[in-house]
Antibody, heavy 125, light 108 residues
Framework: EVQLVESGGGLVKPGGSLRLSCAAS????????MNWVRQAPGKGLEWVSSISGRSTNIYYADSVKGRFTISRDNAKNSLYLQMNSLIAEDTAVYYCARDQWGCRGGRCSHYFDYWGQGTLVTVSS | SYVLTQPPSVSVAPGETARITCGGNIIGSKTVHWYQQKPDQAPVLVVYDDSDRPSGIPERFSGSKSGNTATLTISGVEAGDEADYYC???????????FGGGTKVTVL
């Protein structure tokens, strides 16, 4: 059974830092792209970042580029998100999500087939 | 950046059909995926690659696409289908995953 368990959330002051972790089990972690997706209180889903299996390809949403760093440790089946220079707008539930690749009629796409339960990050003074 | 547009809300009586739309420029050239999110729960994939269902998702959930609009259809709506629904695509120009703003489905 695929399981994704996030941890590391909490209350942090503006300008502060926090490191989120996601422990994965039930699948061959190193062979999957992994993602972070967040959801501000009462708002919609926002993709944050993705990292390929060997960490060779990394992408960030414009809203976090230069402040957040995604990484992974395949030996520990773990995904991380280092968040620096946090601002109030970063307040959200952060989800770890497994990436899947699918194709239909010659068109291919990434989507998220498994999600963790999320960890809440609150940025406030 | 690529934008997906969904109606904020859809209301439907039990047993009727709910249709949730997702619009985007040249969405016909992309594959669309749909997620269901119930209050205080993580999202769940209900349709992928425009119209495929993951195992365990009822046949009542179906996806389609026409022109610049993708549609998630829920047939024979049940009270348990009340949730927020999000569409999602992959923006090939930036390698970013993009979500629509979400649609709240209310079962009357």
């Amino acid at each position: 059974e695929v399981q994704l368990v996030e941890s590391g959330g909490g209350l942090v002051k503006p300008g502060g830092s926090l490191r989120l972790s996601c422990a994965a089990s039930g699948f061959s972690f190193s062979t999957y792209i992994m993602n972070w997706v967040r959801q501000a209180p009462g708002k919609g889903l926002e993709w944050v970042s993705s990292i390929s299996g060997r960490s060779t390809n990394i992408y960030y949403a414009d809203s976090v580029k230069g402040r957040f760093t995604i990484s992974r440790d395949n030996a520990k089946n773990s995904l991380y998100l280092q968040m620096n220079s946090l601002i109030a707008e970063d307040t959200a539930v952060y989800y770890c999500a497994r990436d899947q690749w699918g194709c239909r009629g010659g068109r291919c796409s990434h989507y998220f087939d498994y999600w963790g339960q999320g960890t809440l990050v609150t940025v406030s003074s | 950046s690529y934008v997906l547009t969904q109606p904020p809300s859809v209301s439907v009586a039990p047993g009727e059909t709910a249709r949730i739309t997702c619009g985007g420029n040249i969405i016909g050239s992309k594959t669309v995926h749909w997620y269901q999110q119930k209050p205080d729960q993580a999202p769940v994939l209900v349709v992928y690659d425009d119209s495929d269902r993951p195992s365990g998702i009822p046949e009542r959930f179906s996806g389609s696409k026409s022109g610049n609009t993708a549609t998630l259809t829920i047939s024979g709506v049940e009270a348990g289908d009340e949730a927020d629904y999000y569409c999602q695509v992959w923006d090939t120009s930036t390698d970013h995953r993009v979500f629509g703003g979400g649609t709240k489905v209310t079962v009357l």
